[in-house]
């Protein structure tokens, strides 16, 4: 009988045993995360528990684990399930494989022993009712979340043929590496979330992105594109207070309302592209000047952004470009990865000459690497389009801040800080 083919022996009318399933752990190292899953958590108050399948579990989204591709990079992934057989003996071994796996890879047969009934694996420094079992075929190289299947097999000693076990359903989140702060491995209330990753994953439409810069470029979008409007009445925060992101009430459908700022806007950009593994920093730019013509978040061109509490004739979004009566920003706020600022809570306004310059950039990358640039001309593609994204600070705020006068000049002055971020 072939070992890689499910079947009946016509001469085995019952299996002669029964050997099933009972849990299986994913991140069975809490530790360590080379060979197994990240530490996660769902939110704040619910934690993914381990083993995070047993047989109550019945959809995938119920059974998560994360991988972060940077560690696993080369290395052997593991998982540990637990066995049980019947009859139970002293001392005795059974066969078991799966088929399917997704981006986790079918998993090749292996022999399982059984002491008493469970099975019994002496290998690991773990508990030992576990058999650690490796995933060879996983195929993983960019962030993704995908549902997966696996089938599992038995065969029972003696007898050659494979016996259906069970069919178990996980959902896998893959993350460019280890989350950096506000998330953490080690204090589980900020664990990566799974709500968080959903939203920068399925949400932001990160799928099958593997640069850093490209997928921070993506939560920018996804944050800007939210049903969200800028304050342009005072320029307060609704998401964001002296240090801490308020991540549980913007992911519970905006539940201080539609109003935000730019701190509220650089703090989701920083927390939700570093779940991703994408290290970006939150700065406060203080003071930071008048602005030339730009899209405030849910809003139409402006460089007068707090027009809402301005008597007339300053009650409009856009006035004279130098009108010294305009309201400014006192300060700031936006992100940074490598240097190179990322900012949603507003648009550029370009002009055709500027945006032509970036298209022609973007055509001549992808000629002259003949196509292997894509990230690279995307980016490019977004700037075009007036997103802040990726830019140098000279770059950045040759688009934003409007220092054409004396008095304009003056108004700037300041300098990006890092600033600490927790949720």
């Known amino acids: 009988m072939r070992e890689d083919g499910p079947g009946r022996d ?31 958590r769902v939110d704040r108050l619910h934690e993914v528990t381990i083993p995070e399948w047993d047989q109550s579990k019945v959809l995938a989204k119920d059974s998560p684990a994360a991988y972060a591709l940077k560690e696993t990079r080369g290395q052997t992934i593991y998982i540990e399930a637990r066995f049980r057989i019947d009859p139970a003996q002293p001392d005795r071994t059974g066969r078991i494989k799966a088929s399917g796996g997704g981006i986790l890879g079918a998993i090749d047969p292996i022999t399982i022993q059984f002491v008493n009934g469970v099975s019994r694996d002496t290998s690991h420094a773990g508990n030992h009712e576990y058999v650690r079992i490796p995933l060879p075929h996983r195929s993983f190289s960019t962030i993704t979340r995908k549902d997966i299947r696996w089938d599992w ?3 029972c000693p003696h007898s050659g043929v494979w016996f259906p076990m069970d069919s178990t359903r996980h959902r896998i989140y893959v993350v460019l590496e280890e989350p950096p702060a506000p998330w953490s491995q080690t204090v589980a209330q900020v664990y990566p979330w799974t709500t968080a990753l959903d939203y920068a994953i399925v949400g932001a439409n990160t799928v099958g992105l593997s640069d850093p810069s490209e997928a921070a470029a993506h939560i920018v979008q996804h944050v800007n594109g939210e049903p969200l409007q800028y304050d342009i009445w005072g320029g307060r925060p609704f998401y964001y207070s002296f240090g801490l992101f308020k991540i ?84 700031h706020a936006y ?26 950039l973007a055509f001549l990358v992808l000629i002259f690497t003949f196509g292997t640039a894509t990230s690279l001309a995307n980016r490019l593609f977004m700037k075009a389009a007036g997103w802040l994204i990726d830019m140098s600070q000279t770059e950045y705020e040759g688009i934003v801040l ?17 600033e600490a971020l927790d949720i």
């Open 10 to 40: 016509p001469t085995d009318r019952e299996p002669p045993c029964c050997i099933w399933l009972t849990h299986i752990k994913f991140n069975y190292d809490q530790t360590r995360f080379s060979n197994d899953a990240l530490n996660i």
């Open 153 to 155: 097999f038995y065969k």
């Open 248 to 331: 549980a009430d913007w992911l519970g459908g905006f539940a201080n309302g539609p109003i935000v700022n730019c701190y509220d806007c650089a703090a989701a950009v920083t927390t939700f592209s570093n779940v991703l593994g994408c290290h970006l920093s939150y700065q406060f730019h203080g003071p930071f000047g008048y602005l030339h013509p730009v899209f405030p978040i849910g809003r139409g061109l402006c460089n007068n952004p707090f027009y809402g509490s301005r008597p007339a004739p300053y009650n409009v979004p856009l006035v004279g470009v130098d009108d010294a009566g305009r309201t400014s920003f006192g300060n």
């Open 335 to 360: 992100s940074k990865q490598a240097g190179n600022n990322y900012d949603a809570c507003m648009r550029g306004s370009l002009g055709c000459a500027r945006a032509l310059g970036y298209y022609i």
């Open 402 to 418: 409007d220092t054409s006068t004396p008095a304009e000049a003056a108004r700037n002055g300041g300098a990006p800080v890092p």
